[in-house]
């Protein structure tokens, strides 16, 4: 089956009391135990198991290709799931540019109890060898990365991770399952904020962590999923599963509108620079298509010709764009980076982040256009 149907049958849920097209909530904490004490439908209690869940898996895995597919109350309790399989002593190489909660959580909560980390450049793959450590036990991977959406090359990684017998894991969050599947690159393991795109309506936070198979690793994942217990309760799971069933539509028109304004935006007089991969002259196009043959997210960078303060006015200026961070709504939204980053970012002054939503795009041009004309 193509993605398109995938994403809309394999999270049905058949519902066994009024056969329901719409899948039921099993707003249920716990489950009735037979009289020779087993549990006849497979589920105990929800800290373990539930209907929602087991569809909302089912689906993620089916999507990016893999075996086994785990979700948890957040994107960063994905990361942390992941990252709770090495050892101390365990060594993990990170991108020096990267979702930055990502990296504290490994340095700031993992570190004290023995996890070794330190950051590469993971566009340089000779850096990315040599960083390699006896103790390195795994490569995290972003891309695009923030805040210039700069692309890492998942398949040389990975060759160069396996001839270590080191596991490749990818944070595959800006992208979503439908536009770009690591482990069709060689990834053992992918991650999802499904807060952002698999969701979609800016209204469920979650993660998702895929095993390209079942190994130690999953299996310590799922104990970590039960033990440390940062569930995902039963409504968002159902929203996360409605969200997939649309998914490759919204990713299609996300793309779309995307492409479009950074066209457009690249010939503007009031812009300085357009970061977007989809775009001919993008420094990473050529892996962008090899790496996303079906579209770039709905992400764009652009640096504004002018000082920040010309840039935040801009954002200021903006009407259908609202200004907040996160990413993957219907609605658009820009965010200037480095203010939200604070007085540690490198990241240009003038630049602002947007996140493409679902409108029709000569609405979002016409605002677009008026903000930056106006600043
Ligand atoms: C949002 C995000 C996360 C963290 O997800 P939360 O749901 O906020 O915990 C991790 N990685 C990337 C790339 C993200 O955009």
Redesign the pocket.
């Known amino acids: 089956m193509r993605k398109e149907t995938l994403a809309i049958h394999a999270t049905h849920l058949q519902d066994e009391t009024a056969a329901s097209i719409a899948p039921p909530v099993f707003l249920t904490t716990t489950f009735e135990r037979s009289e020779d004490g087993s549990y006849p439908k497979g589920h105990m209690y929800s800290r373990n198991s539930n209907p929602n869940r087991d569809v909302l898996e089912k689906g993620l895995a089916q999507l990016e290709g893999g075996e086994v597919a785990f979700v948890f109350g957040?994107?960063?309790a994905a990361?942390s799931a992941v990252f709770q399989c090495m050892k101390s002593g365990d060594h993990v190489l990170m991108p020096t540019v990267g979702?930055y909660?990502?990296y504290k959580l490994a340095e700031e909560i993992m570190g004290p109890w023995g996890l070794q980390v330190s950051q590469v450049d993971m566009t340089d793959l000779a850096a990315v060898e040599a960083a390699i450590r006896p103790e390195t036990k795994l490569i995290w991977v972003?891309t695009p990365a923030n805040p210039l959406l700069t692309l890492s090359d998942i398949e040389a990684i990975c060759k160069i991770a396996h001839a270590h017998n080191i596991l490749v894991g990818v944070?595959n969050?800006?992208t979503s399952p439908i536009l770009q599947n690591p482990i069709q690159l060689g990834a053992d393991i992918v991650m999802h904020?499904t807060?952002?795109y698999i969701g979609g309506h800016s209204d469920v936070?979650?993660?998702a962590v895929i095993f390209k198979e079942a190994s130690a690793w999953s299996e310590r994942v799922k104990r970590v999923q039960i033990l440390m217990g940062a569930t995902q309760n039963p409504l968002d799971c159902y929203l996360l599963a409605r969200g997939l069933k649309t998914l490759p539509l919204r990713m299609r028109e996300h793309s779309k509108n995307a492409l479009e304004l950074a066209t457009r935006l690249e010939n503007h007089a009031g812009i300085e620079q357009v970061h977007y991969p989809g775009l001919p002259s993008n420094p990473n196009y050529a892996l962008a298509i090899k790496q996303m043959p079906n579209g770039q997210s709905g992400m764009i960078a652009i640096q504004i010709k002018g000082d920040e303060a010309k840039a935040r006015k801009v954002a200021n200026r903006l009407q259908l764009f609202q200004q907040a961070t996160?990413?993957g709504g219907v609605e658009s939204l820009v965010e200037h980076r480095k203010s939200i980053e604070g007085p540690g970012s490198t990241t240009p002054g003038n630049l602002l982040r947007l996140s493409i939503g679902l409108e029709h795009v000569e609405d979002l041009w016409e605002d677009l256009n008026q903000a930056i004309l106006g600043a």
């Open positions: 957040s994107g960063l990361v979702y909660a990502s972003e944070d969050t800006l904020a807060t952002k936070l979650g993660g996160s990413l």
